[in-house]
Nanobody, 123 residues
Framework: QVQLVDSGGGLVQAGGSLRLSCVAS????????MGWFRQAPGKEREFVAA????????YYADSVTGRFTISRDNAKNTVYLQMNSLKPEDTAVYYC????????????????WGQGTQVTVSS
């Protein structure tokens, strides 16, 4: 089992920045690819970003490319999502997730999920 705790969400004006963190416990963190997903009210949970186990590869949704950066610190069992130039359409609950295989964009590939952290971007 892997336990994930998301944090760092909040209310920010359009154009602002936030950094989300997700701390893992329970298993060897570097054995897992990590991803961030988000879910807005009335919408499906969607892929945002993913990073491979040793941070060699990263993947982004088109909607966040150039504005968001995913990173990880395996010594601290933590994955981050730096979000810049935030837009009102980025408003959602953001979830980190752990994948025991390779980094993918498919939410069904992720076995463990954090509880989510709310991000609200005002216009």
């Amino acid at each position: 089992q892997v336990q994930l705790v998301d944090s760092g969400g909040g209310l920010v004006q359009a154009g602002g920045s936030l950094r989300l963190s997700c701390v893992a416990s329970g298993r060897t963190f570097s054995n897992y690819a990590m991803g961030w997903f988000r879910q807005a009210p009335g919408k499906e949970r969607e892929f945002v970003a993913a990073i491979s186990r040793l941070a060699i590869r990263t993947y982004y949704a088109d909607s966040v490319t150039g504005r968001f950066t995913i990173s990880r610190d395996n010594a601290k069992n933590t994955v981050y999502l730096q979000m810049n130039s935030l837009k009102p359409e980025d408003t959602a609950v953001y979830y980190c997730a752990a994948n025991p295989a390779i980094a993918t964009i498919l939410k069904n590939d992720y076995a463990y999920w954090g509880q989510g952290t709310q991000v609200t971007v005002s216009s």
